[in-house]
């Protein structure tokens, strides 16, 4: 990884920190924001920015404007999903949580923040982006059935697998036939193969399953039930991927990850946890990497 320096290394343990608070102790974490007063609550994620000072000023490429997004957006974010609380208390959904997911989902998906970083270090801004949201959707909004939870169980390697072996066949198929999938031989040692997949699982997979699963999907599900939810959640993600690998509109990606959002949609919502889904889609991300 390129730019690795001292300040990068503590701007992602920050960033990892953060969200591992929220992945292994997200009830006792929220239950100590709701006794906050109400300005500390929606003023604390201004710390959100402490990873874009630590890189920026030690690259010697810091701005006020990025220090002013980085700090200002997990507070605006913060108070529009303490609204979101106070007037949808039965978690139908508000328009301040579709509004948020729209502009985050952009926001990675244009790479609107990513000059922000140097390059090689562009992870942080999607880690940054994870942090708010989450603090967000579980400390402030309190949103219910996200399955953030990474105390991982048997059932979640069980189901994730098992979703891995239904859809494995249909993506290999389909992605030779649309001229997608090129069949190769990469075999790295044991070690570096293991290294990758958790990569993948961290920095690719648990991200994006947090969005589309434990925040679109899910918020989804309450106005239009839970297979019309799966789909339209699994077209936003297939979608996502128009400008991933070509210069063009990438429809054979669109079309592959469509169905894939399908896959990993119903591992997440057999029991309602994300590491079940964030398995399948490592796991894809990783075979394909090795192989494809």
Not at 76 to 105: S, Y
Not at 129 to 142: E, K, N, P, S
Not at 269 to 289: C, F, N
Request: hydrophobic share 55%; charged share 15%.
């Amino acid at each position: 990884m390129q730019n690795v320096t001292p300040a990068a290394m503590a701007a992602f343990g920050l960033e990892l920190v953060a969200a591992a608070c929220f992945a292994f102790a997200a009830a006792p974490v929220t239950r100590a924001v709701q006794r906050w007063p109400r300005m500390f609550r929606v003023s604390l994620p201004a710390i959100f920015v402490t990873p874009y000072l630590l890189v920026s000023l030690s690259e010697h490429i810091f701005r006020w404007s990025w220090f002013f997004l980085y700090a200002g957006l997990p507070v605006v974010i913060a108070w529009l999903l303490l609204r979101a609380a106070a007037e949808d208390p039965d978690q139908h959904g508000n328009w301040r949580d579709a509004l948020i997911l729209l502009l985050v989902g952009l926001a990675v998906d244009l790479r609107w923040f990513e000059s922000a970083w140097p390059i090689g270090l562009r992870a942080l801004n999607e880690l940054f982006l994870v942090d708010t949201g989450l603090y967000g959707f579980m400390a402030i909004r309190q949103l219910s059935g996200t399955g953030f939870d990474f105390r991982l169980r048997w059932s979640d390697w069980k189901i994730g697998f098992r979703e891995l072996i239904l859809f494995a066949p249909i993506v290999i198929v389909l992605g030779i036939a649309l001229g997608f999938v090129h069949p190769h031989r990469n075999l790295p040692g044991i070690g570096p193969a293991v290294l990758r997949w958790i990569l993948i699982f961290l920095f690719t997979a648990l991200p994006e399953e947090l969005f589309f699963r434990a925040w679109v999907q899910n918020l989804l599900e309450r106005r239009v039930g839970r297979r019309t939810a799966l789909m339209i959640a699994s077209v936003i993600f297939g979608l996502s991927h128009f400008n991933k690998r070509s210069l063009h509109f990438n429809w054979p990606y669109v079309i592959l990850a469509t169905i894939a959002g399908i896959f990993y949609g119903r591992a997440w919502r057999e029991q309602r946890r994300v590491p079940a889904s964030t398995i399948t889609h490592a796991t894809v991300d990783w075979m394909w990497s090795l192989w494809f």
